[in-house]
């Protein structure tokens, strides 16, 4: 075969080209960017009139929220069941969510000779890890399929780390009994999301990037699609769909000023499910990483303790002697988390009020061992605090990690929730696998299962239902249309950021690592004021192009709706168990409580409601490790 | 107090201007928090991206004096330093189109990755359920190409697309089809590099700005080289580029010295080179970068093999022989 084929326009020699640079600024001339692929745009995507017998509403079969590694493989698996449109709408570019934030790996036992793990055993670990919270017929069937996952993940293309043997090779993780955790060298979530962005890409999956979802429309009790804002444009839209997947990530950023979660994760899909009528299941179980950095929490990964690092009060002590006299600074995630907020609530931190903290100390592992095994961490640390480890020790506190919490899933084989044609997968639904709280790498598998459910799922009822009224939809799309001129014009109020902060504030002091009933009740009545001086605060933009001052406003309420609803159902949970500890009921009450909290949203108030877990073989017993 | 100033490239859909912004000079800010803190302290109308801010996403790489880079993974002490001003220039990614202020339009460049046929095509002896088979060191070759983020720094100062973007794909795009290209585990190689010789291959200009605007320290012009590679491996030598190529060989391997008055018949074939170049010619003759003396002299004369030409020629055949 021959090059020539293709070699049409003439090539540039490097001179040529150097004079061509003198005659024209580079900044010069707009050259259309339409030769070798069409631009993806929701007017030549999504169908309109006739597929819907509707005359100007877009329209497609599918419509998945969210580009993460949930996101991302429900596309794929929804695109092979049936033949239908899918679309997969973010407010981003694909590949800019929380999964790729992930380092350590992803759990899945895979065979092997000499291996003596078992799906058993990775399902016992997930219940115990819960804390018991989590359902065991739901767990039975991740662990499965998690299983399944490694090797289907590997087929797509996963760049695993290997053994020398050539099968993908597995490390440890706290909590779990043998190595189950696959990984790709320390950037997992990474390599798991590209490996399903490029294999959507390849199987034809369409995008619709910067969109923002406003809310999903239910029509006589069934899903009719959603309203999304086309953030480059400012159009406010209806989009018709049989079938909607919800995978647009967790809530943690509710709290803002210290969380390791990308600025993205502020819970859209969960805040438009619940305004939908659905329950928000266990949003109280919120997991804390003991080591982020004082300003913003990103993460200091584990891996700083690992390798000898020392925890530091103000006095220099190393507290951890007091916790955990045997591990010391090895010591389990919740336990160390504790102890820090401990030191500081008894005085020994450094600082007041949001600044307090204490320090992580790498100086006695000396210049060369930081830089050959710590580069990372040192880059952290230089990067926002402007310390560096090798000379000083680092400011730190724990920061909020994970949201266990989520859109009911009735369904953990299809993800169907209570509305007929509402899916959701990811961090953004609750099944629930991960309980009171997850253990190291089972997020990224759940994404990786929960995802490819929901998307055989979403197709498989596609394929069979129609399209729901509009009416709905328009009524909707309206509503959002009058909050976006009204909300933009106001001149007068609070800037919204400066709710956002105080938000964020409120629900580290009340609702953070430690929970009274006392602090509770103060957060939920702080929240409320909040929340009423936002519906009436300040935005700054009212242009329609790329608002991005919008985007967040309509953030911000979706978090701090979520956050009332996760502060409501931690005053009722009076009990401590994983994630959740609550001062005043230090032990876990299993006669109680071994239920989900639901919070469904009536009118303007918010109201709870129980289910009780699924127990299947393992009895509830004291989680010690 | 020591004042910083950005000035930033400002678009708000239809006009474009620039806007400046003072703050306080602060040694822990990074480029992306004086960004936030202009936004949410003076002007609530800037627009930006930024997801992860720990340089994994890929959300906000803007250029500063011209250059990409991850907002997120730059101290503002370190560009100040390196421009030794106190005034900076802050503008949206080069080669993408504006969208509004420093966000740029990632939709058709979505499109433009499709075409590297993304996804591995598994050997037939590999399936989904029981997975592929690979040694460390198969793992190792495709490592660094895995950790492209997709920020966008490659494309914004490459030469080539800004020259001409038709007929050039984005640098990151070259390093996604490298990745399955390379893979131990794919069926066909062939596939992603056949795509990427129909979109520009070989008109990559070497001038090496992808390999140093990369955050990850990944070179997408060595994508671009091991391509051209595996294409001429598999019998694909015909056309401009591999024949430019071979006849850089050919020179280095004769004498040791590369003859660009040869190249360029060699490259072209004698004919197209008289009647395409001439135009050309003429002009270096004109403005004195070529007196006929020297040509004539190179062409015919200055063929003489340099010292430890042995040794090159050593290398050349080991790697043949690889």
């Avoid at chain 1, 009332?564 to 931690?570: D, E, P």
Wanted: aromatic residues 8%; proline residues 4%.
């Amino acid at each position: 075969m021959s090059e020539k084929d293709f070699d049409d326009i003439p090539s540039l020699s490097r001179r040529t080209f150097l004079e061509a640079c003198a005659a024209v600024p580079l900044a010069g001339a707009v050259i259309p960017d339409k030769a070798f692929a069409q631009t993806a745009d929701a007017e030549g995507i999504l169908g309109t009139g006739a597929a819907t017998g509707s005359s100007d509403v877009a329209s497609c079969d599918v419509l998945i929220i969210g580009s993460g590694g949930a996101g991302l493989r429900a596309a794929v698996y929804a695109m092979r069941t049936a033949n239908l449109s899918v679309l997969v709408v973010s407010k981003t570019m694909p590949s800019r969510s929380a999964t790729c934030m992930a380092e350590g790996g992803i759990n899945g036992v895979v065979q092997y000779q000499g291996q003596k793990d078992s799906l058993e055993s990775h399902a016992f670990d997930t219940v115990k890890g819960s804390d018991y919270l989590g359902d065991q017929d739901c767990i039975d069937y991740f662990v499965e399929k998690a299983s399944e996952a490694i090797r289907e993940t590997d087929f797509w293309g996963m760049p695993y780390s290997r053994a020398k043997d050539g099968r993908v090779d597995q490390r440890f993780m706290a909590g779990h009994q043998y190595p189950r955790t696959n990984y790709s060298a320390d950037k997992t979530g990474h390599a798991i999301l590209h490996t399903n962005f490029d294999y959507a890409l390849g199987s034809g999956v369409k995008f619709l990037v910067d969109h923002q979802l406003l809310d999903v429309a239910v029509e006589d009790g069934v899903c009719a699609g959603a309203v999304l804002r086309n953030i480059k444009t400012g159009e406010i839209k209806p989009v018709r769909a049989r079938a909607v997947i919800l995978a647009a990530g967790g809530y943690t950023r509710i709290f803002w000023t210290r969380t390791s979660t990308p600025y993205i994760a502020t819970g859209d899909g969960t805040a438009a499910a619940l305004r939908a009528g659905l329950p928000f299941k266990d949003p109280e179980m919120l997991q804390f990483h003991p080591t982020g950095v004082v300003h913003g929490g990103v993460l200091i990964t584990e891996a700083a303790r690992g390798e000898g690092g020392y925890l530091l009060n103000a006095k220099g002590e190393r507290f951890m002697e007091r916790y955990a006299p045997g591990k010391m600074e090895l010591a389990p995630r919740d336990i160390t988390a504790r102890a820090i907020e401990t030191e500081i609530a008894q005085g020994r931190g450094i600082g007041d009020g949001m600044e307090a903290h204490v320090l992580i100390d790498l100086r006695h592992l000396g210049r060369e061992k930081i830089l050959e095994r710590l580069p990372q961490i040192r880059h952290v640390g230089l990067m926002f605090e402007n310390v560096d480890l090798v000379e000083q020790p680092l400011p730190i506190r724990p920061t909020a990690h994970y949201s266990m919490g989520g859109i009911d899933v009735i369904d953990f084989h299809t993800m169907a929730t209570a509305i007929p044609g509402l899916f959701a997968a990811g961090e953004c639904g609750c099944e629930s696998i991960h309980g009171a709280n997850r253990l190291g790498g089972n997020s990224l598998a759940a994404a990786m299962v929960t995802g490819k459910e929901a998307g055989i799922g979403a197709a498989t009822y596609a394929a069979k239902a129609g399209f729901a009224g509009e009416t709905a939809l328009q009524r909707l799309t309206e509503q959002w249309r009058d909050h976006f001129r009204e909300t933009t014009a106001r001149t007068k109020g609070t800037n919204f950021v400066e709710l956002r902060d105080r938000m964020a504030q409120v629900l580290w002091e009340g609702m953070g690592i430690f929970r009274t009933e006392k602090g509770l009740a103060q957060a939920a009545e702080a929240l409320r004021q909040i929340h009423q001086e936002y519906r009436v605060a300040t935005v700054g933009n009212s242009a329609p192009v790329y608002n991005t001052a919008y985007t967040h406003y309509i953030e911000v309420g979706n978090m701090l709706s979520l956050a009332r609803c996760a502060v409501l159902a931690a005053l009722n949970r009076r009990e401590s168990r994983g994630a959740h500890t609550r001062v005043d009921f230090p032990q876990r009450n299993d006669k109680d409580f071994l239920h989900h909290s639901l919070v469904r949203l009536k009118g303007d108030e918010y109201v709870l409601d129980q289910r009780p877990v699924t127990i299947v073989r393992y009895k509830p017993e004291e989680r010690k490790y | 107090m020591r004042t910083i100033t950005f000035d930033i490239d400002r678009f708000d859909g239809s006009r474009s201007w620039t806007q400046s912004y003072s703050f306080e000079h602060d040694p822990a800010h990074t480029v992306l928090s004086c960004l936030i803190a202009i936004k949410e302290k003076q002007d609530p109308t800037l627009n930006f991206t930024a997801s992860c801010r720990s340089a994994i996403c890929g959300s906000c790489a803007v250029r500063v004096n011209g250059n990409a880079v991850l907002a997120c993974d730059t101290k503002l002490d370190s560009v100040l330093k390196q421009w030794g001003s106190d005034r900076l220039q802050i503008s949206p990614l080069g080669n993408f189109t504006v969208l509004s202020d420093l966000v740029v339009d990632w939709s058709p460049k979505i499109e433009r990755l499709r075409t590297a046929r993304t996804g591995l095509k598994a050997r037939k002896e590999f399936t989904a359920e029981t997975g592929c088979q690979q040694t460390p060191a198969e793992f190792a070759r495709i490592q660094k190409q895995w950790d492209c983020i997709l920020c966008g720094c490659c494309a914004s100062e490459c030469n080539k697309l800004t020259d001409d973007r038709r007929d050039f794909l984005e640098p990151f795009v070259y390093t996604h089809a490298n990745r399955y290209a390379q893979d131990s585990r794919s069926a066909e190689p062939m596939l992603h590099v056949r795509e990427m010789l129909g979109r520009g291959l070989w008109k990559c200009l070497h001038c090496m700005e992808c390999v140093t605007k990369c955050p990850k320290q990944i070179a997408p012009a060595a994508d671009i080289s091991a391509m051209r590679a595996l294409a001429y491996a598999n019998g694909v030598t015909d056309g401009k580029g591999p024949r430019h190529a071979a006849a850089f060989r050919t020179d280095l391997e004769n004498t040791g010295r590369l003859n660009e008055v040869r190249l360029v018949p060699r490259t072209e074939g004698l004919i197209d080179a008289a009647t395409g170049r001439m135009s050309f010619t003429f002009r270096m003759l004109k403005s004195g970068k070529l007196s006929t003396r020297e040509a004539t002299k190179l062409y015919f004369v200055d063929n003489s093999p340099i010292e430890g030409l042995d040794g090159l020629r050593k290398i050349i055949r080991y790697r043949r022989a690889k």
